[in-house]
């Protein structure tokens, strides 16, 4: 079956660390990718997307993604997290030949400043 | 501004009360869905639509009702409601109904509560 997984359920950093956050999902066809975060109380929002060519994505605040085929990843970065990057973050995919976005279970982040 | 509205967005109701929330974009979209987002379980879908009068189940769709007479309206309905529907809902939309990366818009969110 189609799936997605986020192993981080929850992660604190201080400020200034650098995060990553997994992002794996089942499948070894077409795929297009997905992060989206939702900050306390907020809807979620795009942060980036992946649906070809270079596999190094740049978002907005400061994050990327890199997409490793071989891997079925899809993992999101920072150099330096901010006070302000507390928040859930969804990983999502679009699998080929399906309309359907499937979610990841979240990976809640809380900096500490 | 592009946006997805949603109303109420908080609601407490009582068990078998029946409920609509209803959910309104104005981009133009085909492709509406709602979900519900409840903790360690991400966000489930529940029904989708890829145009209108076309609809169809998602991941969750026990309980639940949806309707789309309009582009632009996609309203949830919870016909005898129990306490196993507490959570929050959110509808979405986007363009197209390919892969090719179409952005997804979330509205605000409805947080209900069935008591």
């Known amino acids: ?113 | 501004e592009a946006q997805v509205t949603q109303n109420p967005r908080y609601l407490i109701t009582v068990t078998g009360k029946k409920l609509t929330v209803t959910c309104s974009q104005n981009m133009n979209h085909e492709y509406m869905s709602w979900y519900r987002q409840d903790p360690g379980l991400g966000l489930r879908q529940i029904y989708y639509s890829m145009n209108v009068e076309v609809t169809d189940k998602g991941d969750v769709p026990e309980g639940y009702k949806v309707s789309r007479k309009e582009k632009r309206n996609f309203p949830l309905i919870l016909e005898s409601p129990s306490p196993n529907q507490t959570s929050l809902y959110f509808c979405a939309s986007r363009s197209g109904q390919g892969t090719r990366g179409d952005t997804q818009y979330f509205g605000p969110g409805t947080r209900l509560t069935v008591l």
């Open chain 1, 1 to 113: 079956a189609q799936s997605v997984s986020q192993h981080n359920h929850h992660v604190i950093l201080s400020e200034a660390a650098s995060l990553e956050l997994g992002c794996n999902y089942s499948y070894g066809g077409t795929v297009n990718l997905f992060w989206y975060v939702q900050y306390p109380g907020q809807h979620l929002q795009l942060l980036l997307k992946y649906f070809s060519g270079d596999p190094l994505v740049k978002g907005i605040k400061g994050f990327e993604a890199e997409f490793i085929k071989s891997k079925f990843s899809f993992n999101l970065r920072k150099p330096s997290v901010q006070w302000s990057d507390t928040a859930e973050y969804f990983c999502a995919v679009i699998f080929s030949g399906t309309y359907k976005y499937i979610f990841g279970t979240g990976t809640r982040l809380k900096v500490l400043a």
